[in-house]
Structure formats: C-alpha cells, structure tokens
C-alpha cells in the first residue's frame, strides 16, 4: 500500500506542473495572423487573368504581385502541400507541370 502511495506522488506532481492555469485578467482573444507593417496591402483580383497560361518566372511574379497590390507570391507547384488560410497580403499562383500558371488568385 505504501509504495503505491508513494509511487504515484511524483506522478501528481509531474501531472501538475503541466496543468495550465488561467490568465489573470486577460482576455481569450486570439491575436491576427498578420501583423501589417504599415503598408496598405488589400489583394485585388482585377485583371489578372492576363497571368493565366504564362511561364511562371520572377519577373511575371513581381509585374502580378505589383497588379494584385500585394506583399507576398506563394508560388504552388503540383503536388505541393499548402496551407488552407487566407492572407488579404497574399496571392497565390497555381502552376501545372509545365510551369506555366494555371490559375491566380488572392489569398
């Protein structure tokens, strides 16, 4: 009886160490996934479909990121994992096998 007793002390104890407790006098928000840098970056679809069936290259990343008016170009080759979250900061280009951009589009 006794080593059970005290077999399962360290056990509590180790139990109890990872317990979170709850934030004094705070609140349960989450904070934004983007912090802005100050620029005023809102992705705009407007004509870029004019991108569709090019090659994909540096430089049709960067005339498409300066159309859309965004910070970022995630660039998606078949068969890539990618995330499923919507940046307004972000456009995504989508490439077949070729390389060339199969479609376009903010997020």
Do not use: P, Q
């Given at each position: 009886?006794?080593?059970?007793l005290f077999s399962a002390l360290p056990l509590c104890a180790a139990m109890t160490a990872c317990a979170t407790s709850p934030s004094?006098?705070?609140s349960n928000e989450v904070p934004p996934a983007i912090q802005?840098?100050?620029?005023?970056?809102?992705?705009?679809?407007a004509d870029l479909a004019e991108f569709a069936g090019k090659t994909g290259s540096a430089e049709v990343y960067e005339q498409a990121r300066?159309?859309?008016?965004?910070?970022?170009?995630?660039?998606v080759k078949p068969?890539?994992?990618?995330?499923?979250?919507?940046?307004?900061?972000?456009?995504?280009?989508?490439?077949?096998?070729?390389?060339?951009i199969e479609s376009i589009s903010c997020g």
């Open positions: 009886m006794r080593f059970a004094s006098g705070g802005s840098d100050g620029g005023n970056y809102n992705c705009e679809n300066i159309k859309a008016n965004v910070r970022h170009v995630r660039v068969g890539m994992a990618v995330t499923m979250d919507y940046r307004i900061d972000r456009l995504t280009v989508m490439l077949d096998d070729n390389g060339k």
